[in-house]
C-alpha cells in the first residue's frame, strides 16, 4: 500500500527516507552541498512529495514526486523523482499497485502526463506493462560545466 506522507510523518520517518534517498538517489545529486537537507525542506514546504509503501504493515519502500509544469507545452506532469524499495526487491503487484495510486493522484491534481527516469530495467519494463503507450526511449543526458 502506497500512503502520501505528512509532514510530521516525514519528521517522524526521515532516518528511514534518509537511507532511501542515500542508497537510490543519483551520486551527482548527493554530490551537490546539503541536498537531503533542501530535500526535507522541500517536502516540507509541501514542494516535494513523499510516499511510503507498506507491505503488511513494514514499510518497503519511499517515493518522491515533483509537480512538473512545461511552460511550452502547456502540460503539468507528476515527476518520479526519487524511488527506493529499502533494501529488497520490490514485488511487482505491490509496484503495480503504487504506480496506479500515484496516477490517480496525478489526475487529481490536474496532472496530463507521468515522468519518471530510471537506470533500472525490470522497473522499465513494469512500467512499460502498466502503460504499454508510454514513451520509453528517451535518455538522460546528465553533463557538468
Keep these: 500500500m502506497l500512503t502520501k506522507l505528512l509532514g510530521s510523518d516525514v519528521t517522524k520517518l526521515w532516518p528511514l527516507i ?8 543519483d551520486r551527482d545529486v548527493l554530490a551537490h552541498k ?5 530535500i526535507l525542506k522541500k517536502i516540507l514546504e509541501g514542494r ?9 504493515d513494514k514499510a518497503s519502500g519511499v517515493i518522491m514526486t515533483v509537480i512538473v509544469q512545461d511552460d511550452i507545452i ?3 506532469s507528476l515527476l518520479v523523482y526519487m524511488m527506493s524499495t529499502l533494501g529488497r526487491k ?3 503487484n505491490e509496484f503495480l499497485e503504487g504506480m496506479e495510486t500515484l496516477k490517480v493522484y496525478a489526475k487529481s491534481i490536474g496532472c496530463e502526463r507521468f515522468i519518471s527516469y530510471t537506470k ?17 526511449e528517451y535518455s538522460m543526458v546528465v553533463m557538468d560545466i
Excluded: F, H
Excluded at 534518509?18 to 538517489?25: L, P, V
Excluded at 546539503?34 to 533542501?38: A, H, I, L, M, V
Excluded at 516535494?48 to 503488511?56: G, N
Design 18 to 25: 534518509d537511507k532511501a534517498i542515500e542508497t537510490s538517489m
Design 34 to 38: 546539503n541536498t537531503k537537507g533542501r
Design 48 to 56: 516535494i512529495t513523499c510516499w511510503l509503501s507498506q507491505d503488511e
Design 74 to 76: 502547456a502540460a503539468k
Design 90 to 92: 520490490a514485488k511487482a
Design 120 to 136: 533500472n530495467p525490470k522497473v522499465l519494463r513494469l512500467l512499460e506493462y502498466v502503460n504499454p503507450g508510454a514513451n520509453t
